[in-house]
């Protein structure tokens, strides 16, 4: 054999033998650096050497990972995470840090935390449930995201929760039995004794629940028209009480919805028939220009939520459009918008007081 191939050989050789000690030296360092390391290749074979673990080893490892919780770099949040789900030790301490996860600054890693409690599944329940009373934000939907996708597993902590008039977190849960659908039925009579509850919020949760699972009862309408006019409302959030209300009675007691039956329902004398109207066209996508006529006529509306409605709508199909009606329209639009700041409608002037500015 030639001295070239003899060379050729020997490199081969050195270069598996270093590739076998470099794998060595790797798992005799500590699995735990290795699990949340910046190195993918490095981080693959620690995640690699998990089911080979014996249970006890899992659970140390685990705790271990834990501390990272209030690391400030994200990336070994995430990879602490990530081997948490890979470990699968739903101990009380990986769950508080999953759930706190959900409302971390950044965004890979909330995702991390929703799967790592997803993949917990039903160990994960007990905590789930408790963040429906204490967290509000990111972090209670990313609770109420997971326990709506198990079905009906969850159902009975979170009729227990409803049971007890006390209980924090009851408007989510019965949020979250909305979301769950069929395997929810059951819980339909504890429902419908909550559209009685004293809180206007549990009602229209307890009400919405009730019509996604098809046992709304009938007549409820006027009992939620009677709730829309005290409710809240909001340009920024569409989860406001006042615009969910609207789309709640849209489903359970439709109104015609031509442009001339909304132009009607904005001249009758029950304020939550105006204000529905005025929501719709509000909503409209593209917005209609045929409703610039009887929005302008809405502006003067003695409900200021009416007159708010009306002005964003026109907003949103431009009030440039309105020119030609400029003498009456441009009084009517600066009066509703004073009316709307004083009222302090959340977001309203975000939307409409850029657009008043370009006004001459």
């Not at 409209?284 to 709508?313: F, K, Q, T, Y």
């Not at 309105?322 to 975000?350: H, N």
């Amino acid at each position: 054999m030639s001295e070239k191939k003899w060379m050729v050989r020997i490199g081969l050789v050195v270069i598996l033998a270093g590739a076998g000690l470099f794998q060595f030296h790797l798992k005799r360092r500590p699995l735990v650096p290795r699990l949340i390391s910046f190195n993918n290749d490095t981080r693959t074979m620690a995640l690699s050497e998990i089911p080979k673990l014996p249970p006890g080893k899992r659970a140390e490892i685990a705790l271990a990972l834990v501390q990272f919780q209030n690391n400030p770099d994200a990336r070994i949040r995430k990879n602490a995470l990530y081997s948490l789900r890979q470990l699968g030790e739903p101990k009380p301490e990986v769950l508080d840090f999953c759930v706190r996860a959900l409302s971390d600054s950044d965004p890979s890693v909330r995702g991390e935390a929703l799967t790592a409690l997803a993949r917990f599944g039903d160990a994960a329940i007990p905590s789930l449930v408790a963040v429906l009373g204490t967290a509000n934000g990111e972090t209670l939907e990313g609770a109420m995201r997971i326990l709506g996708g198990m079905e009906g597993r969850c159902v009975p902590a979170l009729t227990a929760l409803l049971k007890d008039p006390f209980a924090k977190g009851r408007g989510p849960a019965v949020r979250v039995l909305g979301r769950i659908g069929k395997p929810a039925k059951g819980t339909a009579p504890l429902l419908k004794g909550l559209l009685a509850s004293g809180d206007p919020d549990l009602r229209l949760d307890a009400a919405e629940a009730l019509q996604g699972l098809n046992m709304l009862p009938k007549g409820s309408a006027a009992a939620l028209t009677a709730d829309l006019l005290g409710a809240r409302d909001s340009y920024k959030d569409g989860n406001a009480p006042r615009p969910r209300l609207a789309r709640l009675l849209e489903k359970i007691d439709p109104r015609r919805r031509t442009l001339v039956d909304l132009g009607f329902d904005l001249k009758q004398k029950n304020a939550a028939i105006r204000y529905r109207a005025a929501y719709v066209i509000s909503e409209m996508n593209p917005p209609n220009l045929g409703a610039l006529e009887i929005l302008v006529d809405s502006l003067e509306d003695p409900d200021v939520n009416v007159a708010a409605r009306s002005l964003v709508a026109l907003t949103r199909i431009g009030l440039d459009k309105t020119e030609r009606l400029r003498r009456v329209a441009y009084p009517r639009m600066r009066s509703a918008a004073r009316r709307a700041q004083a009222a302090k409608i959340d977001g309203f002037d975000d939307i409409v007081q850029p657009a008043l500015k370009n006004l001459n």
